[in-house]
């Protein structure tokens, strides 16, 4: 299995993270990932984790999602701490002293789910400030847009606007304190948009504040396994005051102090 990436990111696909806030990658992981990574998805959901949910949102079809899966699952950690994605992070983001993991989380849309992931961007969930903050989202099926592909508004990282979290269980978990998410399906005509057809060993790259959202899998002949590893970079702090992210345990730090503790781990540069 590969522990680095299989090339070097280019300039220009780092210049485009930060200016639309995706990026795809191809090939970065090598089928023996691919191999592993899949069975050990098919075990996390048959033996869930502390932070497992249904996301059907009472539609047909099964929605599976964990979260911190690393932190029970030997499978899941290497797959941060041993596989190139820790290190595609570091390069798109730039970072010079230190890349961190936040969390991973396991998202599964069998085949026929309805479920949507509705429109959001992740970091007004979490606890942390900075802005080098990405997701390296991995499939371990191909992916097409009829089976889930992720949508993404090109740019909208670079609003300076924070949006109110949105409950992937269609629920009002989160309350209504922030600014809603506006109606972007009304407003499709005023926006670019970016979507990418998928196979097994590519990633995805975006930022922490691009919004995106992704259909059901109306595929009845396909999965949709993936994983989102979150990463930081040199210049995040834990700030948990008003995030609406549940952790797995206190990560025992306090708020301001740099994002990297036992929960939270230093995973680039490895360790010797």
Known sequence: ??????????????????SEGVICLRGMFDPDWIDRMGKAV???????????????????????????????????RAFVFDSPAAEIARQVLGA???????????LV????????????????????????????????????????????LVGSHRWGRRFQPRSFTGDSRYGDTMEPVPDIEAERDQH?????????????????LILHS???????DRRRRALAARFCGDDCTYRPE??????????????GAPLE???????????A
């Open 96 to 106: 010079r002293e230190r890349v961190t993991l936040f969390f991973d989380t396991l």
């Open 109 to 152: 849309k069998e085949p026929g789910s309805q479920a949507l992931t509705p429109w959001h961007h992740d970091q007004p969930y979490w606890p942390i400030d900075g802005e080098q903050v990405c997701t390296v989202w991995t499939p371990f099926d191909p992916v097409t847009r009829d089976s889930g592909a992720v949508e993404y």
């Open 242 to 255: 008003g995030s609406f992210q549940p952790l797995i345990r206190d990560p025992g730090i306090p708020s």
């Open 214 to 220: 992704a259909p059901g899998n109306s595929r009845v």
């Open 1 to 18: 299995m590969n522990r680095h990436p299989v090339r070097k990111i280019t300039q220009e696909e780092q210049e485009t993270f930060w």
């Open 42 to 76: 098919d075990a996390a959901i048959a033996t869930p984790g502390p932070m497992a949910l249904n996301l059907d949102q009472g539609k047909d079809g099964r929605f599976h999602g964990d979260s911190f899966v690393w932190t029970w699952q030997d499978d899941f």
């Open 261 to 271: 503790c036992d929960l939270f781990p230093r995973v680039w540069p490895r360790a």
């Open 192 to 208: 670019t948009f970016r979507s990418f057809e998928t196979e097994p060993g590519d990633c995805l790259v975006h930022h922490g």
